[in-house]
Every structure is written in C-alpha cells, then in structure tokens.
C-alpha cells in the first residue's frame, strides 16, 4: 500500500537576516543583494539567473576575509545547485561553508539540512543523512528554535517511513513528541503533522486499527482549524487504512471526502483571487473620495486608511496562501513535470537500445579480433618480437572489450537487471586468477601488484562469484591506471567471525595519484572521471558507477578514503557463508575428450571458437543455422550445444526450443553478442541453460563446459 507522507522540508536556508547596510561595507552589501535575488530567482523557478546571482555572491564575498559572510555565500550556491539537481555540486558548497567554521546559526543548521536533505533521497544513505540532521537538531536546540528542532525530527522519521523503516522512524517520533507541547499552541499544523506520522507508523507495523485513532486525531485538528489542504492528504490516506482494515464503504467514504475538501482548497484559491481584485477596488474609492474632498488632511488619512486596508488584505492573501504555496506550485508545474517525465524516460529508452545495438555490433567483431589474436601469441612459431606485438593488441582489444562491457553493464544497472547468483567459490584461486589478469596493465604501468589473504581467511565460501568479480577488477583496474612507478595491493583480512559466517574486508590500495575532495564527489557519476588531466590512460568512467551499484545489489557499501599525491583506499566489507572444504586430494578427475556443437552463423567466430574448443581437447562440429543444428543434432551426440541466437533461417531461440523438448539433458549455452538481461528470460523459456557473452576466452569456455558437463571421476 502506498503511504501518503506530508514531509515538511526545513527552509531555513533562505532566511539569512540581510546585513545593515548602514553598518557594513560595499562587499558585504553587494554579497548580501546577491544572496537575497538568488533567492528571489530560486523561488521563481529561474534557476538560471539564481545560479548567476549566487555566484556572483561567493566571487564578492571571496574578496573579503569574512569567513561568516563566504560561508553564506556558499549556502547560497549550494541551495541554488540543489535547486536543479546537481546534489554533487550542492554537497560540495555545503562542506565548503561548514569548513569555515563559523558559528553563525544560519550558516551551520542551513548546510546540515541540505546535507541531510540531500543524502535522504537513497536508502543506502539515509543514515548518513539522519546524521546531518542530528547535528543540526545541536544547534536549533542551543539557539531555542524549538519549531526548528520540531521538523527536522519529524523530517528525520518522514524520511525512515518513505523507506519502509518504522523502526528507525519511532525514535525520532518520540523526540518531536516531546517538543510539542512547546509549540503546539503556536500553530496547530505541528499537533497534526505528529498524529499523521503516529498514523503512518503504526500503518507500517500493520496495527492499522491504532493507527486510524491516529488518523482521526489527525482529521480532528484538521478540521478545527480548516486546513483544508492537509485534510485532502489525510482523507486520502485514511481511505487507505480502512482499505486495510477491509472496511470498503468507509473507504469510499473517506474518498469522497478527499475529493471533496480537494474541490473545496480549488474555490479557495479562486475566492483568494476574487479577495485581491475587491480589496484594489475599496483602496480606490477611498482615493476617489479623498480627491472629492479636496482636503489635504482627508487626502492623508484616506489614503492611509486605504494603504492600511491593502496591506491587511494582503496579509490575509499572504497568511491563507503560505500553506498552500507547494500545493500551487505542484498544480502549476504538474503537466510541465508530467510531459518531462516522458520525455526522460523516452530518452532513456533510446539511449538503452541505442547502447545495446551497438555494443552487439563491437561483440561480434571483436570476437574475431580477440580469439585470433590469443591463438597467434600460443602458436610456438611466433618470433619472441611478434609476440609482444601481439600481446600489446590483446591488451587494446581486452580493454575495447572491457568498454562495451561496462556501456552494457550500466545500462543493466539502470534497468535493475542485475542479478545475485551464489556458488561455492575456491576464493583463494579466485583472487590469485584476478591478480593475474591484471599483471599486463600493472606492467604497462611499472607498478607492482601484490595480494595480501590473511591466515584467517578460509578457502571455500557460498558467495556471488561473478559481482564479486567484477567489483575487484573494475577497482583494481581503476587503481592501476591511476598509478604509475608505484604499488597496487588487493588485501583481504577478516572484520568478524560468526556462526558458519564470516564478515570479509576487501581492500585495495594504491600509491596514485590520489583524488581531491572535490572530486570525491563525482567519481561515482557515470561518464566521469576524477583525474582526466593527470590520468592519460583509456577510461570512459563507468567503472566506478558500476562497482557502487554492485555494492548496493550485493548488500555491501563501499568507502573511500584518499590523498592528492599519496594515494586512494577503496574498501567494503562482504558477508560471505563458509562453505565445507574438499578434499582435492581424494578425487581425481579423468579427463574426457566431449562432442561439441557450435551453431554460428558467422565465419571468423566460427573460426575462432572451433580453435577454443580444439586447444581444450575437445570435438567440434558448426552449423551455420538453427535448422542445420537440428539436422546435426539428430545425426551425433553431443555433449554440450554452444548456440548463436541471432542467425539466418531459424535462430537460436527456435531451435533450442526444437531441441530442449526432445532432451532436456543436454546443456545448451547461449553464445550471443546480446546483452544477457535482455535475453534470459526468453532463454531460459526455451531451455537455454546459461548464457555467455561474445567474445570469450579459452579460460572462460573451460569453466563453462567444466560447469554444464559433469565429468568422470575416480575416486
């Protein structure tokens, strides 16, 4: 069920005092107007001329000392960069102002918000952000700014009840329950606003019945005061309840209330609009009777009785509207933001398969190039001074492969494709084997790669092979490329030990370059790099994006520490279940020469994966079709089917589905430049076993047959 949360951001980072001009000087002046137009610009949607205003502040304040009178400056252009978005941006200002270390009350609880405001939007930092908050809630406590502290407890709980957390909410419920009564007589929206999250957090703990007594408090104070646009959320959400609670007409009920007071706020707003036009009109008969008179006395007292009058209007204007504001500013920009939304998305969509259809044109190629150049370095009539050629083209061919590997890869992310599949996992053998894929680029680099396992590490765990994988290579390799002359190292050593689980630190260190702190902020963002100056290596920077969202996937979080000219640590912590060791010594395996059947349409990978599955000892047979697969299938046995899915006459997907409802038993694997997520459920429909991506390697190939094709073992 969809909870309706009124979240009530805090503003204070708009109501800096502006400095007396009497007393201050032309740049604290000049700083302070454009402070205040930002401002002005921000809330009228002209981000544009905000983002001007508030940069020109900081280039005034910065010729200056005044740390109070920067750190203002830099709240200003932080709010402005969230204000479009651009959190990395924002968060930078934000800690630009706290580093200067004032302690101006507006400066502090203005960038602790925005930081807090900032890190809220993802669960994975929400903790992070309930922490800005708390140190804010430090400051709004000491200056008396019981309202302040109000909201942002209630914003801190908010936050934890949008992510389905109610237990992280209640603690924070609890503490603006306990300002309440402070401030309740102020303004009735506090009383309310702490019913409604009552409600909401006993709907998430399923009492719903507890929580509509919480909800009718709610309506109640609603209702006393006429808050007519909290009682269109709050009947909403009450429908919700007694949905439930299988209470349907009380459901309608509380719907056709929602609509109703809905209707209700429209005729307000109108009636507002009419308020205005009569109010013009009195302040002008007054005037026209004043001018009638022709008394100069008659003249003053009128006019200010009629300037009395505008005001008090306007006030009132002011004072109906103020709840109202977000409301309007929604119902205005609404099929705005609605038509952008679809935009975006239609965007993405084309990007998405703009991305697929040509990596699957680089795949394919590629292949080509890759296993033709891998079979060239092992042909033992290749002269040592050719075999360095060739070694440096298998290295720009890795990385081109690397490249359309990650461009598919983040787009998989972005779709939430990315699955968790867990093995049992020889996890010394798998460090040494990244290690070593990567000592060509170390050497390219003149760094050293070195691996550190720690005594306590065991040797089998149940884990995810393949995220795991990839995470330590991508950040391996970032470290390499970012290092020169120095030292690379992947430890890995044990945080904590528990019942059949061990908690394990994956560290990797290198002796680069190092990242700023202002880049630190962007290393994540796909298609950005940190060191683009220094860094004159490939890289299209994706890696790291990549590896976060692989954390978040694999229910870990990477941290980042690092020094300009020093150095980078990049670290997570992975629970991994320890698995029950073999005896390898007990079983020896009895080699068997398989029957394989390639069906590729393509010469030049046809080729090259005959070549692949000759070197391993194997037999192989092509078919250039589906149908010619069949006919194949029909005349030999096979163990293993390598199948192409896009081909001339029957593809791949059609004759698997032939095959697979003669013999379930045989593994057919799906060797396809196609991006796996786009294709494994229709695979796995037609009895497809497992996929693999073009181009593979003779390693790659031998751990697939070893895992689809059970081999004979004496024991």
């Not at 979240?7 to 000087?25: E, G, H, K, R, T």
């Not at 709010?79 to 934000?94: C, G, L, V």
């Not at 006993?202 to 808050?227: C, M, P, V, W």
């Amino acid at each position: 069920m969809k909870n309706k949360l009124l979240l009530v951001l805090l503003v204070c980072c708009y109501c800096a005092p502006i400095l007396s001009q009497n007393s201050a000087s032309d740049v604290i002046d000049s700083v302070s107007i454009f402070i205040s137009l930002s401002k002005d610009e921000n809330i009228s949607g002209n981000y544009k001329d905000g983002l001007t205003f508030a940069t020109s502040a900081v280039q005034y304040a910065n010729q200056g000392k005044d740390k109070t009178l920067q750190a203002k400056a830099y709240v200003s252009l932080a709010n402005t960069y969230q204000a479009i978005k651009d959190f990395a941006s924002a968060k930078n200002y934000y800690n630009l102002a706290l580093d200067k270390k004032t302690d101006d009350y507006f400066v502090n609880v203005a960038s602790l918000n925005g930081l807090g405001n900032i890190y809220s939007m993802d669960i994975t930092t929400a903790d992070e952000a309930a922490a800005y908050f708390e140190k804010s809630i430090v400051y709004t406590l000491e200056a008396g700014k019981n309202e302040h502290s109000f909201y942002t407890y209630y914003n801190i709980a908010g936050m934890y009840l949008n992510f389905k957390d109610p237990d992280k909410a209640y603690p924070y419920i609890l503490e603006a329950d306990t300002l309440l009564p402070n401030i309740d007589k102020e303004d009735p929206i506090y009383g309310l606003l702490q019913q409604l999250n009552f409600a909401i957090y006993y709907n998430q703990k399923e009492d719903h019945r507890l929580a509509l007594t919480f909800i009718n408090n709610a309506l109640e104070i609603g209702e006393k005061h006429s808050l007519t646009r909290e009682l269109i959320d709050i009947y909403d959400f009450k429908s919700e309840i007694h949905q439930e609670l299988g209470e349907y007409d009380a459901a309608l009920e509380s719907l056709r209330k929602h609509f109703y007071y809905k209707d209700l706020d429209f005729n307000e707003v109108k009636n507002l609009q009419i308020e205005q036009v009569e109010a013009d009109f009195k302040v002008k008969e007054f005037q026209q009777k004043a001018e009638a008179s022709q008394l100069k006395s008659n003249v003053i007292i009128f006019g200010s009785i009629g300037a009395l009058l505008f005001l008090s209007t306007s006030f009132l204007i002011f004072y109906n509207r103020k709840r109202r504001l977000s409301f309007l500013a929604l119902e205005k920009n609404n099929k705005a933001l609605l038509q952008a939304k679809n935009e975006a998305e239609h965007a993405h969509k084309l990007k998405s398969e703009l991305l697929v259809n040509i990596s699957h044109d680089l795949r394919t190629p590629l292949y080509g190039v890759v296993g033709i150049t891998e079979m060239l370095i092992e042909n033992p009539s290749i002269i040592k001074t050719n075999k360095s050629l060739l070694n440096a083209l298998k290295f720009s061919g890795d990385h081109l492969k690397s490249v359309v590997n990650n461009i598919l890869k983040i787009n998989e992310v972005e779709s939430n494709n990315i699955t968790i599949k867990r093995t049992k996992v020889h996890l010394h053998n798998l460090l040494e084997n990244i290690v070593t894929s990567l000592n060509y680029l170390a050497n390219q680099q003149k760094t050293e790669l070195r691996l550190a396992i720690a005594d306590e590490i065991s040797s089998y765990y149940i884990l995810d092979e393949t995220n795991l994988t990839e995470v330590l290579l991508k950040l391996i390799d970032n470290a390499l490329k970012n290092t020169k002359n120095g030292t690379v190292t992947l430890s890995v050593s044990l945080a904590e030990k528990e019942k059949g689980m061990d908690r394990i630190t994956f560290k990797v260190s290198d002796t680069g370059t190092g990242i700023s702190k202002e880049n630190l902020a962007i290393i994540f963002d796909s298609f950005k790099q940190a060191n683009t100056e220094e860094n004159t290596s490939y890289g299209i920077g994706l890696g790291l994006p990549i590896v976060k969202s692989l954390m978040k996937v694999m229910g870990s979080k990477l941290s980042v520490t690092s020094e300009v000219g020093v150095g980078s640590q990049f670290s997570f912590i992975l629970a991994c279940e320890v698995a029950n060791e073999i005896d390898e010594r007990a079983v020896v395996s009895e080699s068997k020469s398989l029957e394989i059947l390639v069906v590729e349409d393509n010469k030049i990978n046809q080729l090259v994966t005959q070549k692949l599955i000759r070197t391993l000892g194997h037999k192989c047979t092509i078919a250039v079709n589906g149908e010619e697969a069949i006919k194949e299938y029909h005349n030999t046995h096979f163990d293993l089917i390598l199948m192409d899915l896009n081909m001339p006459v029957m593809n791949g997907f059609e004759a698997s589905e032939v095959i697979s409802a003669e013999n379930k038993q045989i593994p057919i694997i799906a060797l396809t430049a196609l991006e796996i997520s786009e294709v494994k459920d229709r695979c796995r429909n037609v009895g497809i076993r497992d996929i693999i991506n073009k181009p593979i390697n003779k390693e790659a190939l031998e751990d697939i047959i070893q895992e689809n094709v059970h081999p004979i073992t004496i024991t």
